[in-house]
């Protein structure tokens, strides 16, 4: 059996016990559409339902629809426009094409009138507009039906696994071609550039805005404005930065010093952080310590590097860390880069509590095998969170000033947890270029 059917037969499986669990006996999954901006007629760029494009390959099919009844061929409604001024999507080839029922659409009522009476026992999973706000469905987008689906897809079937070390070896060409053009003196814009060409992709087909931040601007931790022109010096650069392969993401962060010093030793530090955090990964590690211990971590680097008057423990009792680590150590990937469920406790939607002193942290499930995530710690001076330590004699201010001009580090990997341990598939994909 193929890795995708195996993939197709764990979705159904799941769907079948949610749908039962919650009373359905269907389910109708709408791909999305474009939104329109207000008084225009040009779309913002369309994201495909996650939940649609578990179940197959197709990211670029607006209006189309998945019906799945329990222990039937699901049947997919594939919309293409009779159109003259656009051209119809691409559809990805492969096996996915003989396990559905497909029926070409160029109306979407066309969906609801083949379902009949079923509506009545169906539920929609997707974002509602008309017409099918106006459809009758049993239940439009109900929680404890996704928190379901949400909780068990954390754990990656082995068809997602290759479709996210495929996003990291594209990823990772990319990173290459940007530190490149970092080296070689060019402007954010550039860089920018030089990424998507090493894609072969366009900035829409990429899973979130990519962050290429030179010099001071690494300390904006969603960075994404891009300057046009080169700085007169290329201190640092810090570039966040993904990809999608058959809907499925990468999300990497790497790090560079444009010559030796204090800088270029900072980043071998986190670098080396990172990696040790990595190396406890196995199932049953609860995420939530392994982000508290990357705090000791921090502090330990904080103290090394002289940005502190005071010994690592005292930086990390006081929580000295915190303005200078203020986001979560990562979060699942996947369909999303920010793959959701991260706080869900079982498939019945209960939840973990929120830790106040860890508002940013996305993720507090045990590790168990198959699921996906990042490890991305950093290290940046952010002078609105340093505000309110102003005056306080216990941080060397005139260390953290050098800092400043570079921004900040960050280096960011995604690893699978595996049976007794981990894979590390951003460095595997960096490895095998
Ligand atoms: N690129 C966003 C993140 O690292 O979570
Ligand atoms: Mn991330
Ligand atoms: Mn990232």
Redesign the pocket.
Known sequence: MSHYSQHLDYVKHQFDRALAANGFDAVLIAAGQPAYAFLDDNAYPYRVNPLFKYWLPITASPKSFIYYKSGETPKLFLYQARDFWHSTPKLPPGEWQDNFDITIIDNVETVVLSLGNAVKTTAFIGEVHAPADSWGLSAYNPESLIDFIHYHRAVKTEWELQNMRKANVLAARGHNAARDAFFAGKSELEIHAAYLAAMKCRETETPYNSIVALNQNGATLHYDVYDNDAPAEHRSFLIDAGAYYNGYCA?ITRSYAGKDGFYAELVAAVDAAEQAIIKQIKPGVSYYDLHVETHRMIAQILADFGFFKVDAETIYQRGYTRPFFPHGL??F?GLQ?HDVGGYLKSENGDTFERDASHPFLRLRRELAEGQVF?I?PGIYVIDQLLEAFDGNEEFNWNRIAELRPYGGVRI?DSVVVTADGYENITRDAFASL
Do not use: L, W
């Open positions: 999300d990562g979060h990937i880069v990042t991305e960011e």
